[in-house]
Antibody, heavy 118, light 107 residues
């Protein structure tokens, strides 16, 4: 059974760079799957950030596209999110997720809270 | 429209049936997937595709779609079903998109 675990700094300064990693266990990141990031500001709903395919192809939410980069590290069986020029509005719980059949997010990490504050 | 619209809150008496809806033009083309989220927990997939349940999801959860509206139905709601429910699909450009979520209260 595939499991996901997010990691990264819990605090980022305004105008800085948010960098998170999602470690994949119980399966290979090189399998034919999309791997995605979703975030949730405190007390608000879910927002899709983007996704990366095992080939390295990526798709991003148009509202975040200019600031987001996603990548894979097959040697470490993990994928990453980089979000630049962050503001307080980027404060959220960030989840990584595996995309399965019919494009469903079938496995989720536990989530990690990232606060943007000086 | 590139939005998915959900009612912010719905309530149901325990043991009764409740339908949670998700509206959007893209639902005429794409299936919706449904997620349950309890406080301080990650979302859990409950319905995907036409009407498929992942292993471990009770059969009281079902999905359907008609025109621009997708529905999640809970037949015989239980106390443990109280949660936030989110639909997800794609917008007109093919990008993934979540609805605003529905808070379900089981009375």
């Amino acid at each position: 059974q595939v499991a996901l675990q997010e990691s990264g700094p819990g605090l980022v300064k305004p105008s800085g760079t948010l960098s998170l990693t999602c470690a994949v266990s119980g399966g290979s990141i090189s399998s034919s799957n999309w791997w995605s990031w979703v975030r949730q500001p405190p007390g608000k709903g879910l927002e899709w950030i983007g996704e990366v395919y095992h080939s390295g192809t990526s798709n991003y939410n148009p509202s975040l596209k200019s600031r987001v980069t996603m990548s894979l590290d097959k040697s470490k069986n993990q994928f990453s999110l980089i979000l630049i020029s962050v503001t307080a509005a980027d404060t959220a719980v960030y989840y990584c997720a595996k995309v399965g059949s019919y494009g469903a997010f079938d496995i989720w990490g536990q989530g990690t809270l990232v606060s943007v504050s000086s | 429209s590139s939005e998915l619209t959900q009612d912010p809150a719905v309530s149901v008496a325990m043991g009764q049936t409740v339908r949670i809806t998700c509206q959007g033009d893209s639902l005429r083309t794409y299936y919706a997937t449904w997620y349950q989220q309890k406080p301080r927990q990650a979302p859990v997939l409950v319905i995907y595709g036409k009407n498929n349940r992942p292993s471990g999801i009770p059969d009281r959860f079902s999905g359907s779609s008609s025109g621009n509206t997708a529905s999640l139905t809970i037949t015989g709601a239980q106390a443990e079903d109280e949660a936030d429910y989110y639909c997800n699909s794609r917008d007109s450009s093919g990008y993934r998109l979540f609805g605003g979520g529905t808070k379900l209260t089981v009375l």
